[in-house]
């Protein structure tokens, strides 16, 4: 990648502020100019079908959600209707590969000179695996006669096709054509070598897989595989069983600092009650460290009660789940982050606890927040001794169950029970 593309890239980020998941994208924040031409997206009398291409490259693992285009088309007929595919394709050693979601998109005969096209790509729960290079695809169906609009900016690869797909010309870089893909980046919990059972804990348990595989009464998965190679020689032997002893006897445990703190939520069991690492002790506790005036803040919050509530529902009570307020958004009204009777924007009332962090030493920077090193929407995940045991960023990891089909919120909640 070029230093003009990481320029544009930093531009889009901004112009997109308000959307983080944005995974890809050839759009400048201006829309385009139809004038300029663009890649013909259309069929032929004699059976030609033109479409073209924008590769790009995934660095971590999404769940796709929308992906749009810009196209302008021939309007003839008001009766006749033209449609484009919109499809996403595996990259298969420069060309365009096999081709994983798949949908139409009817031109508006009111919007001919050029208008966004968006299609929604939850319902396929289409995945891109990190470290990939993918293709954005625009064909015609029969009948069409449309462009998909030149980018502003030449630093994108691009290919074509004449028959709808069937072979393409080779790629080359230059103006793509102008479109953004948006999606929600799936938890991967840290890769930890020697949790060989997978429940991203490593303890004695994984020492008798790991004895059992050594003796041939076990066999792995590549997973297994991959986690009991603790001494990364390609192979598992008597070597593997003594570095996972000594990482069990030697692991460095970090204790989370203490902290009591008023729950200032009126819909709580513990409404004006001090919460915090003591009151939780012998328990799994979880820390949300949100901004209550922010709606994602906000969202991300209730999530974590709907997740509390389904514990407690399936009998598990020994797990408590907390926010903690930054310092430094103190003055923001907490009503529509507890859902009390004032919020109108919420359907039911939420019932952890909610806190505020404080200042006590007048540095500017609230006690938890600095103490724990913590950044907006991290969620520390504490085991029963104060110890703790993960750290995930909410921002940029959606646990909406109706986000990444469901698997980030699922892959959160396995975590917190497995710690237990």
């Given at each position: ?395 940029y990891n959606n646990p909406d169950p109706d986000a990444t089909c469901g698997e980030n919120y699922e892959t959160i909640k396995n975590l917190i029970i497995s710690f237990r």
């Amino acid at each position: 990648m070029n230093l003009k593309t990481l320029i544009l890239a930093l531009i889009i980020s901004i112009s997109f502020s308000q959307d983080r998941s944005t995974i890809f994208t050839t759009y400048t924040g201006y829309d385009p100019d139809p004038s300029l031409g663009g890649y013909s997206i259309k069929s032929t009398e004699n059976g030609m079908l033109y479409g073209a291409g924008n590769r790009f490259y995934i660095s971590n693992e999404y769940a796709l959600e929308r992906a749009y285009v810009y196209l302008s088309y021939e309007y003839e007929d008001a009766f006749e209707l033209q449609q484009v595919e919109i499809k996403i394709c595996n990259d298969d050693n420069g060309y365009v590969g096999e081709c994983f979601t798949s949908n139409l998109v009817t031109l508006s005969p009111s919007n001919a000179d050029g208008n966004w096209y968006a299609v929604s790509l939850l319902e396929t729960c289409a995945k891109v695996d990190a470290s990939n290079y993918y293709w954005f695809v625009v064909l015609p169906t029969e009948g069409t006669n449309a462009k998909w609009i030149y980018s502003t900016e030449p630093s994108f690869e691009y290919s074509t096709t004449s028959d709808a797909g069937e072979t393409w010309a080779n790629t080359n870089s230059g103006f793509a054509g102008t479109s953004y893909l948006t999606g929600e980046q799936i938890y991967i919990p840290p890769f930890s070598g020697g949790d060989i059972n997978g429940d991203f804990v490593v303890n004695v348990l994984d020492v008798v897989f790991l004895v059992q595989y050594v003796l041939g009464n076990q066999e792995f998965n590549e997973d297994q595989l991959l986690a009991g190679d603790l001494t990364q020689d390609g192979g598992i032997n008597i070597l593997d069983i003594v570095a996972l002893v000594s990482q069990i006897t030697n692991q460095n445990t970090s204790y989370v600092s203490s902290f009591l703190y008023e729950d200032i939520n009126t819909n709580s069991l513990t409404y004006g009650l001090d919460v915090g690492p003591p009151i939780y002790e012998g328990k799994i506790s979880v820390y949300y460290f949100g901004k209550a005036g922010w709606s994602m803040c906000r969202s991300r919050f209730g999530i974590l009660n709907q997740l509390y509530n389904e514990l407690i529902s399936e009998g598990i009570n020994d797990v408590e789940i907390i926010g903690v307020n930054g310092y430094q958004y103190i003055d923001d009204s907490y009503s529509c982050m507890i859902c009390d009777q004032d919020c109108t924007s919420c359907s039911e009332p939420r019932m952890l606890p909610w806190t505020q962090d404080i200042d006590s030493n007048d540095d500017g920077h609230g006690d938890v927040w600095l103490d724990w090193s913590v950044t907006l929407r991290d969620l520390v995940i504490v085991g029963r001794d104060g110890e703790e045991l993960e750290r995930i960023n909410l921002t940029y990891n959606n646990p909406d169950p109706d986000a990444t089909c469901g698997e980030n919120y699922e892959t959160i909640k396995n975590l917190i029970i497995s710690f237990r």
